[in-house]
């Protein structure tokens, strides 16, 4: 079988959030870009993943680039103007189509995929962005510090093309270019005695990495649903890990991720809430006491009578969190043994749904649940892809520690700043519980900024990290990772790539000259950038 053979200014490998945000700020930019991916949907966590976005507090007001508001501000026009609205839905200037606790913007991950996909049309009708689909890195070739190209394989046919680009962007789920490129790279827990962080460990532990998650939606109607019981239902029936403290996962109860105090959540399915009263903000209400409005993607009572036969309810929770074995750096054949393990997780989860599940009136089983392999765009029912909580990560020119953005070190001196700063973000430092066998690790964090070194391998001069393969550590991926910073880290990643591509400057070099670094950071700002957050105020939860 040949291999096709393209040339561009810049290969973007992986069409998430970061990889999309890369591709277009790099267009904009007037740079020539190919973008990949290998599931049915760009969008990453947003869409393929189907995990609605988890932002901060005040992100209707600050705190995002104007990229990604215009994304959300789209999403919202979509359900305008397509959908049909109660009339107060429709006057609610914050629309939330889900009325889900955990965002203020919850939503079908389909409308996000067409509102991307809008983004990237005229740069790819033009040309400027050509979008290979449904395929992914297998090879690379390196020349001393530099990739000199990528090799992809399509997922469908099993055909190869080599990209040769100037400038490489990896925006992968997992920095799957790092090993293929020989870039130098972590997983896992780095050591105290490595990072100085309060909640590292004495004794590094790189296979130890958050569980991955595989998610489905579900409607409550009329009739059984039931599914076929799944092939390892036994097993995950009757797990209870340690985090569990002697309780079985496949329940309603699950520990609290600050107190790690087990609890007991509710499951009411189309409970006739008032869904415009609904006040997603985590830093007053977690919002997860009744299961089915907690990641709610499309409320029925929003919409014109019978629109929805039912809610739209994300199954994104504890229970379906696969932290048996690790998949980063596992030979391919037992990484997707792993993936298979994990769907039946979620599979195993939904059945106990339907067959055993405690119910508010006493009884048991919720047979009425009903996949939506619609919504998901996939034959099963679940997820096109996993969710994965952590990368490969960079050995990166700035890495973000712990004390750099927790509150109890931090304090009302707020986050580190740093003059290299290409972007804002904010979350709790929300660690789900790992395949070592940790339980949950809950930090409060303080508003924080990207540091351009992060972005910025030490020795690979030409390979640039936009998604959670940036230059964090374990701790700091569990507030870095979430979708509003994830793009600010591909939409910089972006504009340096096409920076360098344009002026001949290396990103080393724009770490650190300060000149090129205030050229560079001035593109940003009139990109709608956000580099600083408003009158340096602190804002912890």
Not at 1 to 21: K, S
Not at 132 to 154: I, K, N
Not at 160 to 185: C, K, M, N, Q
Not at 399 to 408: C, G, H
Request: with cysteine.
């Amino acid at each position: 079988m040949t291999t096709r053979e393209l040339t561009t200014d810049i290969l973007v490998v992986g069409a998430g959030l970061g990889g999309v945000a890369a591709a277009l700020a790099a267009a904009d930019r007037g740079a020539n870009v190919i973008l990949t991916e290998e599931f049915p949907w760009i969008g990453g966590q947003l869409t393929s993943q189907a995990v609605p976005p988890d932002e901060h507090p005040w992100v209707e007001e600050f705190g995002v680039t104007a990229r990604y508001r215009a994304l959300r501000d789209s999403i919202r026009d979509v359900y305008r103007r397509r959908y049909p609205l109660t009339d107060a839905a429709r006057a609610r200037e914050a629309l939330n189509p889900g009325a889900g606790w955990v965002s203020k913007l919850c939503h079908e991950p389909r409308v996000a995929v067409g509102v991307l996909e809008e983004m990237l049309a005229p740069h790819r009708s033009s040309g400027r962005i050509r979008l290979l689909e449904r395929t992914r890195p297998v090879a690379a070739t390196v020349d001393g510090d530099r990739v000199t190209a990528v090799t992809l394989e399509s997922v469908t046919g099993g055909e190869r093309t080599t990209v040769t680009a100037p400038y490489v962007i990896d925006s992968t789920e997992t920095g799957e270019l790092l090993p293929l490129t020989g870039t130098e790279y972590v997983t896992g827990f780095e050591s105290r005695a490595e990072t100085g962080e309060p909640s590292a460990p004495d004794v590094a532990q790189p296979d130890n990495v958050q569980a991955l998650s595989v998610c489905f939606v579900v409607e409550h109607v009329d009739g059984d649903h039931t599914i076929e019981r799944p092939a390892d239902y036994d097993f995950w029936r009757d797990y209870a890990p340690d985090a569990w403290q002697g309780e079985r996962m496949l329940s309603w109860t699950a520990p609290n991720p600050r107190t790690l105090e087990m609890g007991t959540r509710e499951f009411d399915p189309n409970p006739g809430d008032d869904a415009l009263a609904v006040d997603a903000d985590q830093s007053r209400n977690a919002g997860d006491h009744n299961l089915w409005l907690f990641r709610r993607i499309a409320a029925r009572d929003l919409f014109a009578d019978g629109f929805y036969a039912s809610d739209i309810c994300l199954v994104n929770w504890p229970s379906i969190d696969y932290f048996v074995a690790p998949v980063l750096d596992a030979p391919r054949e037992t990484e997707l043994e792993r993936y298979d393990a994990a769907r039946r997780l979620s599979l195993s989860m939904l059945y106990w749904m339907q067959t055993e599940a405690p119910r508010p009136d006493g009884g048991a089983g919720f047979p009425g649940l009903r996949l939506r392999p619609d919504v998901m765009g996939s034959d099963d029912g679940l997820a096109q892809a996993p969710y994965h909580r952590e990368s490969r990560r960079i050995r990166a020119l700035t890495t973000i520690t712990e004390n750099d953005v927790s509150y109890a070190v931090r304090g009302d001196a707020g986050a580190t700043r740093y003059e290299e700063s290409v972007g804002v973000g904010m979350y709790r430092i929300d660690l789900h519980p790992s395949t070592g066998g940790d339980t949950y690790i809950d930090v409060a964090s303080t508003p924080f900024e990207i540091p351009l070194g992060a972005l910025i391998p030490q020795r690979m001069t030409n390979l640039l990290a936009a998604n959670k393969n940036i230059g964090t550590t374990h701790i700091t991926n569990g507030c870095y990772r979430l979708h509003p910073v994830e793009w600010n880290i591909g939409e910089a990643a972006g504009h340096l790539a096409a920076f360098c591509t344009a002026t001949g400057a290396t990103p080393h070099a724009v770490h650190s000259d300060p000149a090129q670094l205030a050229a560079y950071q001035g593109e940003l700002d009139a990109a709608g950038v956000e580099r600083h957050w408003p009158d340096g105020r602190v804002y912890p939860y």
